[in-house]
């Protein structure tokens, strides 16, 4: 007997230890590697997903306390096959480099906006405070996510 759980959009079942990561579930059980678990203390955001429409930092969230929660990853902002609204700015402003933080961004940035359409760029900041790139300034991350707002 397993864990059920709602994973962008599906309904699924997982066999793991209860108090595994949600991101090792995510990647080693389902294949669902957007979310990167790449510091494993909370501190990067490149494991970022939202939960029940919140955003958690999945290498610190143990598998019981989303049972039965819905838990949308990078891979299921985008609809058909096509880029999110997000992930397509990000895009189209060549804003991200090596990748390694660009599902947490997408994740972090998505929330934000779903939230708050009007979201100036101190909330743009504000949303992305937990996320750390090393490879880009964050100018263009924001820029893009502001050409989300104004179309």
């Given at each position: 007997?397993?864990?059920?759980?709602?994973?962008?959009g599906d309904?699924?079942?997982?066999?793991?230890?209860?108090?595994?990561?949600?991101v090792?579930?995510?990647r080693?059980?389902?294949?669902?590697?957007?979310?990167k678990?790449?510091?494993r203390?909370?501190f990067?955001?490149?494991?970022?997903?939202l939960?029940?429409?919140?955003p958690?930092?999945?290498c610190?969230?143990p598998?019981a306390?989303?049972e039965?929660?819905e838990v949308?990853t990078?891979e299921?902002?985008s609809?058909?096959?096509?880029?999110s609204?997000?992930?397509?700015?990000?895009e189209?402003a060549?804003?991200?480099?090596?990748?390694?933080?660009?599902?947490?961004?997408v994740v972090?940035?998505t929330?934000?906006?779903?939230?708050?359409?009007g979201?100036?760029?101190?909330d743009?900041r504000?949303?992305?405070t937990?996320?750390?790139c090393?490879?880009?300034g964050?100018?263009?991350?924001?820029?893009?996510?502001l050409?989300?707002?104004?179309?």
């Amino acid at each position: 007997m397993g864990l059920s759980l709602s994973i962008n959009g599906d309904r699924l079942t997982s066999s793991a230890d209860p108090i595994t990561p949600l991101v090792d579930v995510l990647r080693e059980e389902f294949h669902l590697t957007g979310a990167k678990p790449v510091c494993r203390e909370g501190f990067c955001g490149a494991c970022m997903v939202l939960v029940d429409g919140s955003p958690a930092l999945s290498c610190l969230t143990p598998l019981a306390l989303v049972e039965n929660c819905e838990v949308r990853t990078a891979e299921g902002l985008s609809a058909n096959s096509a880029l999110s609204p997000v992930q397509a700015a990000l895009e189209e402003a060549d804003a991200v480099q090596c990748g390694m933080c660009f599902p947490g961004m997408v994740v972090s940035l998505t929330h934000v906006l779903e939230t708050n359409p009007g979201a100036t760029r101190d909330d743009i900041r504000a949303a992305l405070t937990g996320n750390i790139c090393r490879c880009t300034g964050y100018e263009r991350i924001i820029e893009a996510a502001l050409t989300v707002i104004q179309t």
